[in-house]
């Protein structure tokens, strides 16, 4: 490789961790990060886009929304947030007091767990997401246990071997799951192998299942298999298509709409 091709190559990567960490950035904002030139930055972000790593944006660019490689969790939080927030209101109705429930670590599970903290009834809490548990220290009412396990920086979770042994032992009365994907086989998928694994004892060790996930999954993919969607009960919004909704009565899937007018 030539001193020009491997400046290059390290330019790219610059601009790839940069959108990672910041979301959708101007090409300005690029230029500066990186040192270069606008009409450098049109290039290489051309290069990028051909190569499906990212998405030109009018006046901009972010990482590409099909791509296999995870954003920060912070960047994730933000997406289709009024619908996360929807979905996290009508799942924090169906709460039942003094029950033990598990939240994952998604960022739509994130939604609930900031409304429990804002109006906690007695719960027992399990789950294995850090930002999740963060939610309630020092929160009354509420009895919060961490599931322990190998740290997964991408999501901020705890996963692995011990992570499931534990949940061998512990039976939950409700699991709010998240979802990376819906494919269109109708069933979960994760875009970790030790994430999906987790998923399915969680699903394994609990009574009533809810998958939340916003509309804007259904239809894509990811590359581990948790488990069909008719293993437990749905919340989504209400920007669903018909034709999803057509698929998911078929399936006999269980589907709760939540109204995102109802929250901001």
Not at 2 to 28: M, P
Not at 91 to 96: F, K, R, T
Not at 227 to 242: F, Q, V
């Amino acid at each position: 490789m030539s001193l020009t091709n491997g400046l290059k190559t390290d330019r790219l990567d610059l601009i790839r961790s940069h959108l990672y960490a910041n979301g959708f950035s101007s090409i300005q904002d690029i230029a500066d990060a990186v040192g270069a030139s606008l009409a450098t930055v049109r290039r290489d972000l051309q290069v990028l886009q051909e190569a499906g790593a990212i998405d030109r944006v009018h006046g901009g660019a972010r990482i590409a929304e099909g791509t296999s490689v995870e954003l920060a969790f912070q960047e994730r939080e933000k997406r289709q947030l009024a619908a996360k927030r929807a979905i996290a209101a009508h799942a924090y109705e169906l709460l039942s007091p003094r029950a033990a429930i598990f939240l994952d670590a998604g960022t739509t599970v994130l939604q609930l767990a900031k409304l429990i903290r804002i109006n906690p009834i007695p719960l027992r809490i399990f789950t294995n997401g850090l930002i999740v548990a963060q939610e309630f220290i020092n929160v009354p009412n509420l009895e919060v246990v961490l599931v322990g396990g190998q740290l997964r920086s991408e999501n901020a979770s705890l996963v692995g071997p011990q992570a499931e042994a534990m949940l061998e032992s512990i039976w939950f009365d409700q699991l709010f799951l998240g979802a990376s994907a819906i494919s269109n086989d109708g069933a979960i998928y994760s875009v970790d192998s030790a994430e999906a694994s987790v998923n399915r004892k969680m699903l394994a060790r609990s009574n009533s299942k809810f998958v939340l996930t916003d509309s804007t999954k259904f239809g894509t993919t990811a590359t581990y298999k948790v488990a069909p969607l008719s293993e437990a009960k749905l919340i989504t919004d209400d920007g669903l298509s018909n034709e999803w909704r057509t698929q998911l009565e078929k399936a006999g899937v269980e589907t709760l709409f939540a109204d995102q007018g109802a929250k901001s």
